[in-house]
Structure formats: structure tokens, C-alpha cells
């Protein structure tokens, strides 16, 4: 890797991490109720796959499946999470959003957008476009980043890390 490679990792990882803190913190001062930052992801995860099983779920999220189980627990407390017997196998459960938790996610992605749309407008036309030209690449950069090394047609390393 050479040093722009890590000078630009290092950039972007730092930029985003601080972007997400405070947009997390920005609207967590709005609207109850206060869901830890674990717990919205779950939630995504749960609303963009209904019927996700907790090991599933675990997965996609790089998490242990006790971890999620607790977050698990944690929403269906909260009444943001129901959890279903799977019907082909009765050991399973199956994992849903409430109305309560869609209701919540949508007005979270709402208020998410309005925030963060309404600094990109105050920017120039310039970094505008910019954000626009990379949405691509950082989308591409996404999926890599989700797929194991020796899936990646490119990888040099040798299967090392």
C-alpha cells in the first residue's frame, strides 16, 4: 500500500467517523426515544431485511450473536422489535420492525437527510459536485470492503493481511 493509500484511508475513515458521531448526536437530541447507535444499525438491518434471523443479523453486522441478542432484547423492551417463530423451522425466530420502530426509522432517515441536504446546499457548486463525483467510488469502496479478501479478483496480498 503505498502512502497516499493509507493518507486517504486514514482521511476518509476519520471525516466519516466524526460526521456520523455528530449527525447520531444531532438527532438524538430531537426525538425520543434514545436509541444507542448498535441499536438503530440493528434496526436498519431488521427494516431493510424483514424475517432476518438474530444469526443472520449478527453477520451482516460483524457482531457476536450474543451481542445482537441483547440489542435484540433491548428493542423488543423498547417496543421497536417483534420477534417471530419461523413457521419452516419452529426453533428459528424471525425478526420485525414495529410501526413504532418504522415510524421512528423513517422520521430518523428524514431528519437525516433535511440535516446533512440542507449543509450540502449551503456548500459551493464545487464541493457539491465533488461529493457527488465520489458517491460511486465510496459505494464501490463499500462493497469491497464488504467482501472477504479472497473474493477480491484484485487482491495482491497473497490471502495475507
Keep these: 500500500m503505498t502512502d497516499e493509500g493509507v493518507r486517504l484511508a486514514d482521511e476518509l475513515m476519520t471525516v466519516n467517523a466524526a460526521m456520523r458521531r455528530l449527525v447520531r448526536r444531532r438527532l438524538r437530541e430531537e426525538v425520543p426515544p434514545r436509541l444507542r447507535p448498535a441499536q438503530v444499525e440493528l434496526m436498519a438491518v431488521v427494516g431493510g431485511r424483514p424475517g432476518i434471523s438474530v444469526a443472520a443479523a449478527a453477520r451482516e453486522l460483524r457482531l457476536a450473536d450474543n451481542s445482537v ?93
Design 69 to 161: 441478542s441483547t440489542l435484540v432484547n433491548q428493542l423488543l423492551a423498547a417496543g421497536m422489535l417483534r420477534r417471530e417463530t419461523d413457521p419452516e423451522d419452529r426453533r428459528a425466530v424471525r425478526l420485525e420492525l414495529t410501526p413504532a420502530a418504522q415510524r421512528h426509522m423513517a422520521d430518523w432517515r428524514d431528519r437525516r437527510a433535511r440535516l446533512v441536504g440542507t449543509r450540502i446546499q449551503e456548500l459551493p457548486a464545487e464541493d457539491r459536485a465533488a461529493i457527488a463525483a465520489a458517491l460511486p467510488a465510496l459505494g464501490r469502496l463499500l462493497t469491497s470492503l464488504q467482501e472477504p479478501a479472497e473474493a477480491r479478483p484484485n487482491d495482491t496480498s497473497g490471502g495475507r493481511r
